[in-house]
């Protein structure tokens, strides 16, 4: 069987695979992320392709996986934050908030390709200021500055879809999406 590399040095995603049973090696991807595309589903998609296309290249015989995650507010692409007061602003904003997370997914290999998004929507509690603060400096690194499987966190009200699309790898489709390539993923439980 070739080997899989994940094009990600997300915690998240490394944890994820894990869970569901993959042995992988870690190869993130050191792309500038532009695309062309407005479209969510399209810019995560091609997000996901060109980091998936930049890491084969020096992993020729292997099974690339790659992610990107964004979040959608009213229409308004809400990426990582910038600092804290970034955070802040970005937290403020999603406060009681209804807002939709794309992850787009790429598996590659050097005779099949994947290249699919999942979106979920998610209700965000409304919270105090204080609490904000406390949020704000600790989701550095993730679009929309949360962290939906962090418990002490405690924002997200509910979510419409697959839980795992807003941690960023949607596990029912990508399950479905790699049995071309004979890869099974175990049973999905939460983080």
């Not at 679009?143 to 960023?168: C, E, L, P, R, S």
Request: charged content about 30%.
């Amino acid at each position: 069987m070739n080997k899989i590399v994940l094009a990600s040095a997300s915690e998240r995603r490394i944890t994820l695979l894990k869970k569901w049973g993959l042995k992988f090696k870690i190869c993130p991807s050191d792309i500038t992320e532009k695309t062309k595309f407005k479209r969510p589903s399209a810019i995560v998609k091609d997000l996901s392709l060109q980091k998936a296309k930049a890491v084969q290249k020096q992993n020729k015989d292997s099974i690339i996986i790659s992610a990107d995650t964004i979040v959608v507010l009213n229409g308004k692409i809400i990426g990582k934050p910038k600092n804290k007061k970034h955070a802040m602003q970005i937290l403020s904003e999603l406060n009681g908030s209804y807002h939709k997370v794309y992850t787009g997914v790429t598996i590659l290999a050097q005779n099949k390709k994947e290249n699919f998004y999942d979106v979920a929507v998610v209700k965000m509690k409304k919270i105090s200021q204080e609490q904000l603060q406390i949020l704000s400096a600790k989701n550095l690194d993730k679009a929309g500055a949360y962290a939906v499987q962090d418990k002490q966190d405690n924002f997200v009200k509910k979510i419409y879809g697959d839980y795992y699309t807003v941690v960023g790898l949607p596990y029912y489709k990508l399950k479905e999406k790699l049995k071309p390539f004979a890869i099974k993923l175990t049973a999905a439980t939460k983080l």
